[in-house]
């Protein structure tokens, strides 16, 4: 239930005359004229933009070396702004995107609620957990944020936020997989002074670090983020003293308008148009076996998208974020896809879109909702949406074509086991392997193997060494794992699996699973490609690791472990026991293009480099290779032959086809001037569909199968996990028979190819 006086919590983006408004009088801001960046000449703009850039990188590089933590040191999970004083962001690290998404939101609190009590002034630094607030994502996400004050005036902010392992809660990790609201979770602490006048307070530093079942690494990494922003400090008061003030303002704005000014002139670029896509959450919280949807509809007019998530499914289980996690979903997929070549001067790229939502939903779930694992649920969820509505909005644009890209990893399993390590000490570990996750196919290459995770641009795998000195176990191997990627013209990148086993640990550990995708892959493929493979994660009970160990053999399947496979759901919690192992997977890139237009020697390298199987080789891409090279014959009869059944053995042919295109929407679809005014046609065969600007569903084939066999890498039926009959549908040029589109969606989702 709502929880009266909870919405002053709730920071929301405002306009700048009246968030001055409501800052204390007596706080004296430097600002300068809006226009007064005009006046830089070039150079000295240049230098000052590219100092500011690199004061960012230099904070990153003192939080690595100071903190202890393996989220930070080894995995990047970690971030920064600089902001003016106003706390619009001027400029974002490369790490953790969503992490820094809504700073701004959380400064804006802090002017409006601490300007007059207790105050803000030189030499201090508040400290936040609050999602609702802003800043990070849920409450393990804890920032530092800091005042910069020259000659009286507050002249901007710095921050560093990173993810902290453990800030108290019912369960270990702060994460609490059976939760129904906030109160299991661990406690959301809206802005406090930790740094009074230059002086850090003990008894604020100690009310926090008292929760966290490690205590140590908390303040450490606290102590780090204090370190960073002194570090960002010190050098913009350099750059202000070299410079002077003003100047320095005045590049600062230029920056940001100069983002929002190219950004906006890409958009203007694209053709006006709406484009919606449907995901889901799997299992709201350990017990549950639902899926829970979530809507959005990109709309782009002019220079402006709007990014409406109406009809997102009411907040339940702890699968949910806050109005927070919603903007860092949107930002993981903008940043890096459309605007990867733009600085990340992300107040400015805020203006150019807004979000319409309604309160109360999954990813703008209202308090006391449980948010305890945001970041890999319903925000990773959203811009796994918002990734490829892009895709196809830039799809439709020729000089964006190259930047267009399938779906990365769908979603993060995010594993925590806790126990007593190698030293007898007890402790809380995460996994940080699904990092090396697979990117999605573009229209003119494949995805990158194990090239990582979109929201993280930074992120990295962590050495295995590292792992095992700093946590109790032991790792079989890490590997990329064969079909992963989704099928296509261009194959979606292959993700990684890891398995690895209780070591040096003298009793059982608790593992803490959490993740999404396993039911239906999250990583969508464009233009007819097919998802990635569904995620899997397994423990090997019982298994012979000892004596595999002392014969000198380290097993490479879950075969050779013997013992059995027990399937772990979406929200798991388990003991692992020092004979088992744990087998971790998550979902490979999507594809590009329809599979049966692959180059068949790319399939039979596929497959003798062991990134398809040569059963997926025959039955998707409909290539036969034998001792290692293509069967021209027995390719050319088995791609006729799957043709063919897309089309219900009618009559097809395949051949480029004259037609005067208007412009082009995928690799498949084009716009044609027609009496109308203008139709969409097949590229291929030149099938007119309907009108341009309409929905086309009735005017194409559907084909619908069971996921478990049609998808390559799907290991287990979807039935598994949740009780919906979740199915493959593909939609199907009927003239050619080539394949426009593929999904995973529950049987009784409406077919759409808005």
Not at 63 to 80: H, I, P, W, Y
Not at 697 to 716: C, F, H, K
Request: proline content about 6%; glycine content about 12%; hydrophobic content about 40%.
């Amino acid at each position: 239930m709502p929880v009266a006086g909870s919405e002053r919590f709730a920071s929301r983006p405002l306009p700048m005359a009246d968030l001055r408004a409501r800052i204390d009088p007596l706080l004296r801001l430097h600002e300068v004229a809006a226009d007064a960046g005009d006046a830089i000449d070039p150079l000295t703009y240049e230098v000052i933009r590219h100092r500011i850039w690199s004061i960012t990188d230099e904070m990153g590089e003192t939080l690595k070396r100071m903190s202890g933590s393996q989220g930070v040191t080894e995995a990047n999970d970690f971030d920064f702004a600089i902001c003016d004083e106003l706390g619009q962001e001027v400029q974002v690290g490369l790490y953790n995107t969503g992490l820094v998404a809504s700073m701004d939101l959380a400064i804006y609190w802090i002017l409006q609620n601490r300007s007059r009590n207790p105050g803000i002034e030189a030499g201090d630094m508040f400290l936040t957990n609050d999602p609702w607030v802003g800043g990070g994502l849920h409450q393990n996400d804890t920032a530092i944020i800091a005042p910069i004050f020259i000659d009286g005036e507050l002249f901007a902010w710095t921050s560093a936020i990173c993810h902290l392992i453990d800030v108290g809660g019912a369960k270990p990790g702060s994460a609490d997989l059976a939760a129904v609201d906030v109160f299991t979770e661990a406690v959301p602490t809206p802005p406090i002074k930790i740094i009074r006048g230059g002086e850090l307070q003990d008894d604020v530093l100690d009310s926090f670090v008292r929760r966290s079942r490690m205590p140590h690494h908390v303040q450490l990494d606290l102590r780090a983020e204090i370190g960073a922003n002194q570090v960002g400090q010190r050098r913009l008061a350099a750059l202000v003293e070299r410079y002077g003030a003003d100047t320095v303002k005045a590049v600062m704005k230029r920056m940001m308008d100069d983002a929002e000014g190219r950004l906006r002139a890409r958009l203007v670029s694209i053709p006006d148009g709406s484009w919606s896509s449907i995901g889901y959450m799997e299992q709201s919280a350990v017990g549950d076996r639902g899926l829970h949807k979530i809507a959005l509809t990109l709309t782009k007019t002019g220079d402006h998208l709007t990014f409406d998530f109406t009809g997102t499914d009411p907040q339940t289980g702890m699968i949910n974020s806050p109005y927070s996690g919603m903007r860092a979903g949107v930002m993981f997929a903008l940043l890096p896809l459309l605007a990867g070549d733009i600085p990340w001067c992300t107040g400015g790229l805020m203006r150019c879109f807004d979000l319409v939502s309604e309160e109360g939903t999954i990813n703008n779930a209202t308090y006391p909702a449980a948010i305890g694992l945001a970041p890999i649920s319903s925000a990773w969820a959203t811009s796994n949406l918002v990734a490829e509505c892009l895709g196809r909005l830039m799809d439709a644009s020729a000089e964006l074509k190259p930047r267009v890209q399938a779906g990365c990893t769908g979603a993060y399993g995010i594993v925590t086991i806790a126990g007593i390590d190698q030293r007898g000490v007890p402790g809380v570990s995460l996994l940080f392997d699904m990092m090396a996750g697979g990117y999605g196919a573009q229209p003119d290459r494949d995805g990158t193997d194990t090239a990582g995770i979109l929201p993280i641009p930074l992120g990295r795998a962590p050495d295995v060494e590292m792992q095992e000195y700093l946590s109790p176990y032991l790792v079989l191997w890490r590997r990329e794992e064969v079909d992963s990627g989704g099928a296509g013209a261009h194959r979606g990148g292959l993700s990684m699996s890891a398995c690895l086993v209780p070591h040096g640990t003298p009793f059982p550990v608790a593992g803490s699973f959490s993740g999404n995708g396993k039911a239906r892959a999250e990583s969508a493929g464009l233009a007819g490609g097919m998802p990635g493979g569904a995620a899997f994660d397994a423990v090997v009970r019982g298994t012979d690791i000892v004596g595999l160990l002392a014969a000198g053999r380290i097993p490479s399947s879950m075969e050779e472990l013997g013992g059995d496979l027990e399937v772990v759901g979406n929200r798991a919690e388990l003991f692992i026991g020092l004979a088992d192992a744990v087998f971790i997977h998550p979902s490979g890139g999507g594809g590009y293009g329809d599979p049966l237009q692959r180059d068949p020697e790319a399939v039979a390298g596929d497959v003798a480099d062991g990134k398809v199987s040569a059963r997926a080789a025959e039955t998707v891409y409909g290539v036969t290779v034998r001792a290692g090279r293509v069967d021209a014959e027995a390719t050319a009869r088995g791609r006729a032959a799957l043709r063919r059944a897309r089309l219900d053995d009618a009559p097809g042919s395949v051949a480029d086809v004259p037609a005067e295109a208007t412009r082009p929407l995928d690799a498949n679809l084009m716009v044609v001037a027609d009496s109308a005014g203008g139709a969409v046609a097949c590229r291929w065969c030149d099938h007119r569909f309907g009108p341009a600007g309409t929905d086309i569903v009735d005017a194409v084939r559907i084909q619908e199968q069971s996921v478990l066999g049609a998808v390559p890498g799907t290991r287990v039926a979807s039935t598994t996990y949740v009780d919906h009959d979740v199915i493959l549908r593909n939609y199907v040029c009927p003239g050619c028979g080539t394949q426009l589109r593929s999904e995973i969606v529950p049987s009784d989702q409406p077919a759409a190819m808005a």
